[in-house]
């Protein structure tokens, strides 16, 4: 039933990336005939999309009880540390050769009047198509798990209006912000929306987090809140895998190019395929979506899925602990039960609840959470906006993707020499824009036994030593051992991330 709700939807995703139908078809003469949508192997560059036609269904007769949603904020044009080590060097380059020596015909003429979209002051800024996309993932998501929504007529009845608003969090960079606005507006009815998307504060509430808040920080922003998190590593063995293809790419160019092939370094083959994803986030198209062969696409989807296996993946050490806080708070949402609107459970009882129309009003300022996320929430579906890092943390905690039956498992060190294709660690299914995770609980006509399973951008996905459920999910009880086990295997926090 879920799925055929959702079929009206999927002619938007076409439309939101028009791209994809016939990737690329304008001048075939000048195109690489590439067959695969270089936007959709960009991991963390790629614009949302899904990477099924439709999400995997829940097995026959079963019905959601509880879901808990980590997603990630939608497209940017541009992230600061990409480009001041990557894209400006080149975008400097280009610009410092003079006109004359630049290609007079072919593919790569448009370099002569080339003006990138991608500027230092719109850095780390969701574009247009960034917020139409988080909309539609708010109707997405909405199709999904209808029954676990606030019910859209208004209402009128005092005895409502008392009644706690439904609350959707986010960390408090005005990207993860702004997606957030986006999604509850393609979510929600206007009348609950709020006029930009921050809710009513009585059916709906946007929720800030801030990155520094104690009992936050570790689940949504866990990395900010640990000091010996850093990123800079994992460039290491991702440079080593580019000093392997993209030479090969500059050899192919001397063909092509010869007096811009002489200039390139490595880093300037990566700037040009990040820029594809950049600029047509941006204004919508990139020439340098053209110029690649599929080959080279492969190649740097590789790149980025090395240097994330050693960022926020099984190859570092830290992750299983970073995805800790957010998996037991998510356990904890999905084993609660309503407490009859009151979510002040168990808190200082003269605490103002955070989504009271007062603190909503003054200033039209977001408010922070009075709550932490482990307190009692008596809502169903518990969405929270953050970074790309926190859905590869969870990752690594659920044991996704490293099922032993897998040829590659994706905690199997990648080799640095050679591509390997069917590997299970594939980023751009995990945190392209608007990645997120799913944690639904679920139960069954005929059957006592409850069920969780995890979906990662609409495809159900095993986690490994948990798996004892119906169609590869879990068994609650096992679940909730499980990740209590777990948990306690990577709960010394303060041994890991204190310097
Ligand atoms: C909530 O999390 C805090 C630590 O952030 C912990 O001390 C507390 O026991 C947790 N409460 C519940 C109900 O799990
Ligand atoms: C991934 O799988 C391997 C092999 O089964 C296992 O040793 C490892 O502990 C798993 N990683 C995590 C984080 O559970």
């Known amino acids: 039933m879920l799925v055929l709700a959702l079929l009206p939807l999927l002619p938007f995703l076409a439309l939101a990336f028009p791209t994809q139908q016939q990737p690329f078809s304008s001048t075939p003469e000048e195109s690489m005939n590439n067959k695969i949508n270089p936007l959709k192997h960009l991991s963390a560059i790629s614009p949302f999309y899904i990477p099924t036609e439709k999400p995997t269904s829940l097995p026959p007769k079963c019905e959601l009880d509880r879901v808990s949603l980590l997603i990630r904020h939608s497209s940017i044009q541009g992230n600061d540390d990409e480009f001041e080590q990557t894209m400006k060097p080149f975008i400097d380059k280009i610009r410092n050769i003079p006109k004359e020596n630049l290609p007079k015909e072919g593919p790569w003429k448009f370099l002569r009047d080339w003006d990138t979209p991608i500027k230092e002051e719109t850095l780390e800024v969701v574009s247009p198509q960034g917020k139409k996309d988080a909309k539609f993932l708010g109707k997405y998501i909405r199709d999904q798990y209808e029954p676990l929504f606030p019910p859209k007529k208004k209402t009128s009845t005092k005895k409502d209006k008392n009644k706690t608003p439904y609350k959707v969090w986010t960390a408090s960079s005005t990207r993860d912000i702004d997606t957030a606005k986006s999604y509850i507006k393609g979510g929600f009815p206007s009348h609950q929306s709020g006029n930009d998307g921050e809710g009513d504060g009585e059916v709906v509430q946007l929720v800030k987090v801030p990155n520094k808040a104690k009992d936050w920080d570790r689940s949504l922003t866990p990395h900010k809140a640990c000091d010996t998190f850093e990123k800079e590593s994992s460039l290491e063995p991702a440079n080593k895998w580019l000093g392997v293809y993209a030479p090969k790419v500059i050899e192919r160019l001397r063909g092509i190019i010869p007096e811009i092939a002489d200039q390139l370094v490595d880093q300037d083959i990566l700037a040009m395929q990040m820029l594809c994803g950049y600029e047509s986030i941006a204004v919508g198209h990139s020439p340098f979506c053209h110029l690649f062969t599929d080959e080279e696409w492969l190649d740097v989807e590789y790149y980025f899925d090395v240097r994330f296996h050693y960022m926020m993946g099984y190859g570092s050490s830290l992750s299983p602990y970073l995805g800790m806080p957010w998996a037991k708070t998510a356990k904890h949402l999905l084993a609660g039960k309503d407490t009859d609107g009151d979510d002040n ?73 050679h591509r390997v294709d069917d590997r299970a660690w594939r980023t751009s299914h995990l945190v392209s824009f608007l990645g997120h995770v799913a944690l639904e609980r679920f139960h069954c006509k005929g059957d006592k036994e409850e069920y969780v399973r995890a979906v990662v951008n609409g495809r159900a996905e095993k986690m490994s030593g948990c798996e004892d459920g119906k169609e590869g999910s879990c068994k609650w009880k096992t679940f909730d051992k499980w990740v209590d086990e777990r948990a306690q295997r990577w709960g010394d926090w303060e041994s890991v991330c204190e310097k």
């Open 345 to 417: 459970g168990g808190h200082t009882p003269n605490q103002d609840d955070e989504g009271t129309l007062g603190i909503f009003k003054k200033g039209g300022k977001l408010p922070e959470p009075k709550l932490p996320p482990n307190a009692t929430h008596t809502q169903l579906l518990h969405p929270s906006f953050t970074h790309r890092e926190s859905p590869a943390f969870v990752a690594v905690f659920l044991n996704l993707f490293n099922s032993s039956s897998h040829a590659h498992p994706a905690f199997e060190v990648p080799p640095l020499d």
